[in-house]
């Protein structure tokens, strides 16, 4: 099975539009993201384990500040503490931006095949426009959603309930791609089907969720059997 006969498999099967994540599921950057948290923290005297960091690490970058600075209540220096850590890691991850193999052409032959394109991210406008520009894909979505424009992040389902009514789709006519546990269990919420991408988690800590299927990478799919109820 080749991209276009595997995009043609999910029309079939009732798909209208792809919503996609961004860290960990465009690009391999989680591991940029560790870095630029721990030297974060360090410079603010914050030291912390590697299993304690990823036990907060889920939602939006407001959201995540909190947990580390503790008592820190103000929504000013709550935000530009979250862009202090932003502007570190974007420094430490440009040399080294690339989207996954397959990407680029699997969303130019999912938008000729009529299919609606989406991003869904816990991301700010500057890490979003970082990526997509780097990239060179910034013309391929229909629309854009990040953190800027929910109340909570993953693994509450707002941030793709928001993107299928920008495409004007219901919630099962949208597939999700995502790396992470929380941005799966918040598609599965919010009624999607997900493709998860082993990229931040192994194939093996990915099969504990309900997945159509697990993909490496873009150009996988072309070689996956994708069943969808139509």
Known sequence: MN???????????????????MDGT????????????????EKHGINVSEEEFWEKNAGTITEIVPRFFDGLTDEAEIIRLGNEKEAMYRELYRPHVEPLPGLKEFLETAHSAGLRLALATAADKGNIDFTLEELGITGHFDVLTGSEEVKKGKPDPEVFLV?????????????????SHVGISAALAAGMPVIG????????????????????????IGNTDIQLQA
């Not at 004007?168 to 790396?179: A, P, R």
């Not at 192994?202 to 697990?214: C, K, N, S, Y």
Request: charged share 20%.
């Open 3 to 21: 991209m276009e006969k595997a995009i043609q498999q999910l029309k079939d099967g009732g798909i209208k539009g792809l919503i996609f994540d």
């Open 26 to 41: 465009l690009v391999h950057n989680m591991h940029f993201h560790q870095q630029a948290w721990l030297a974060f923290l």
């Open 163 to 179: 993107s299928a009514k920008k495409l004007g789709l219901k919630t099962g006519e949208c597939l999700v791609f995502e790396d």
């Open 197 to 220: 991408m082993a990229t931040t988690h192994t194939r093996e800590e990915l099969t504990a969720q309900p997945l159509l299927a697990i993909l490496d990478d873009y150009v996988m």
